[in-house]
């Protein structure tokens, strides 16, 4: 665990420790790559070398006066790949896949496979729900858990608190014309009570070319710490089979195989 210079920026992040397969994890909004790397790595790590970095204003990476975007979120991405050096296994939760989903569009080239858990390619495509915003109930508990690791401590949670809902009441604004023209095998993983409406998340695997789709019943955006042995076993069976997936019936996937 280091500190590198993302496009200039003070960045905390894991660089991988071995070579071979890399799955880059991309952490959900108002979180930290602690929370997939806890989640997710002692499983992951077996077949993968892992890496990860804390986004600009989340975690121990500092923040600045800019407002968060998913753009600017795809840039900080875009740039450790490069430092990285390697094509990547992309995995995003919540903000990380909708990050994911940007760089999938913009640098497929950097890019193996992207699984994408919990995501929403347009803001209208959200569960109506309550504001969190620092009078709301449990933000106290969420600005002591946020200054455990953030340089501003306790002072900049409600900063970050206000950035992060202005950045979802406003992004993405992904089109279905412009998830069609991804090419990069993508998996697109969500709970059948998650934050994007089912109709949502079904739209976009529909669009985006040979994608492949698993909801998991009984479960919440909080999917990946919900069923965490089932999800990593769909993701790393993602990851590693044929793509397209060999079935008995295929109707909807090209019959053409690329193994990687």
């Excluded at 930290?32 to 790397?37: A, D, G, P, T, Y």
């Excluded at 892992?50 to 800019?66: K, M, T, V, Y």
């Excluded at 975007?69 to 430092?83: C, G, I, P, R």
């Excluded at 994911?100 to 919990?118: E, I, Q, T, Y």
């Amino acid at each position: 665990m280091t500190r590198i210079l993302l496009n200039g920026h003070p960045t905390w992040a894991l660089l991988p420790r071995k070579k071979g397969k890399t799955v880059v994890m991309l952490h959900g909004g108002l979180s930290s790559s602690e929370s997939l790397l806890r989640t997710l790595g002692p499983r992951l790590s077996k077949r993968f070398a892992l890496a990860a970095f804390d986004r600009r204003g989340h975690g121990r990476s500092a923040d600045n006066d800019l407002p968060f975007s998913y753009e600017a979120m795809a840039d900080e991405t875009v740039a450790f790949l490069e430092v990285l050096g390697r094509r990547v296994y992309l995995l995003g939760h919540s903000d990380g896949a909708n990050v994911a989903l940007v760089v999938a569009l913009r640098r497929p080239d950097l890019l193996k496979r992207v699984a994408l858990v919990g995501a929403n390619y347009h803001f209208s495509g959200l569960v109506s729900m309550p504001d969190f915003t620092p009078a709301s109930p449990g933000f106290s508990d969420f600005a002591a858990h946020y200054a455990i690791h953030s340089p501003h401590g306790i002072e900049h949670a409600g900063a970050a608190v206000e950035k992060s809902l202005a950045l979802v009441k406003t992004e993405p604004t992904l089109t279905l014309k412009e998830l069609a023209t991804i090419r990069v095998p993508v998996l697109v993983m969500s709970g059948d009570d998650d934050v994007a409406k089912l109709s949502h998340t079904v739209e976009m695997y529909e669009a985006i070319p040979d994608a492949q789709l698993a909801v998991l019943p009984g479960t919440s955006h909080a999917v990946l710490k919900e069923r965490t042995k089932e999800c990593v076993e769909i993701i790393e069976r993602f990851f590693t089979g044929p793509v397209p997936p060999r079935t008995k019936y295929p109707l909807r996937r090209a019959l053409s195989v690329d193994t990687d």
